[in-house]
C-alpha cells in the first residue's frame, strides 16, 4: 500500500553447550535456536517505477541447530567441522526465505609445517551447501539452485611475529 512496514518484533530462544577437551585442543558446542517475528519483510515485486516492495508477515519462525568441532588433533594439525540446520515457516507452516539454505556441513585442516618450511601453513577444506530457491512474484518464476559443494585451499607465510602473508582458493 506504499506504507512503510512498522519494525520488526519478537523474541529468540537458545539454549546451548559448549566443552573444552584435552587442555583446550578440542572445542565443542552445540546451539538449539527459535526465533519468532512480526513485521517480517518478503519481497512482494517491483512497482512500474522500478522500486521493489514488500509485505510485512506475521508469525514468522525459524528454527535451528548449530554444531561445530574444532581442534588439534595432532602437534600442528587443526581439524574443524560444523553442521547448520535452519528452518523458517510462516503462521500457516509454509516455509519462507527459501533463498537461505536448510543445511550447511563445513569441513576445514590446516597443517603448520616444522623445520625448514616452519613459517609455511597449508589448509583445505569443503563446504557443502544445500538447495535454495528465490521466487520473482512480478515475474511469476523462481530460481534454484541445486545443492553445491564450495573446496577451499589456503597457504600462509608468516613473514615475523607479527606479519604473515596468505593465499586462498576457493
Excluded at 585442516?109 to 535454495?132: D, E, P
Amino acid at each position: 500500500n506504499g506504507k512503510a512496514i512498522e519494525p520488526q518484533v519478537g523474541s529468540n530462544y537458545e539454549i546451548g553447550w559448549k566443552g573444552e577437551f584435552y587442555d583446550g585442543r578440542l572445542n565443542a558446542n552445540v546451539a538449539i535456536y527459535q526465533v519468532k517475528r512480526d513485521n517480517a519483510t518478503e519481497w512482494v515485486g517491483t512497482n512500474d517505477s522500478g522500486f521493489d516492495y514488500y509485505r510485512a508477515i506475521d508469525g514468522l519462525k525459524t528454527k535451528g541447530i548449530d554444531v561445530e568441532i574444532s581442534g588439534e588433533v595432532l602437534p600442528r594439525w587443526n581439524v574443524s567441522g560444523s553442521y547448520s540446520h535452519s528452518r523458517s515457516e510462516d503462521a500457516d507452516g509454509v516455509r519462507q526465505n527459501t533463498m537461505f539454505p536448510l543445511d550447511t556441513i563445513k569441513l576445514w585442516n590446516t597443517y603448520r609445517l616444522s623445520g625448514s618450511l616452519q613459517g609455511l601453513t597449508l589448509g583445505g577444506g569443503a563446504r557443502w551447501i544445500s538447495k535454495t530457491a528465490a521466487n520473482y512474484p512480478s515475474f511469476s518464476s523462481k530460481a534454484i539452485q541445486d545443492d553445491y559443494v564450495v573446496v577451499d585451499l589456503m597457504a600462509q607465510y608468516r613473514l615475523n611475529s607479527n606479519l604473515s602473508a596468505t593465499l586462498n582458493v576457493n
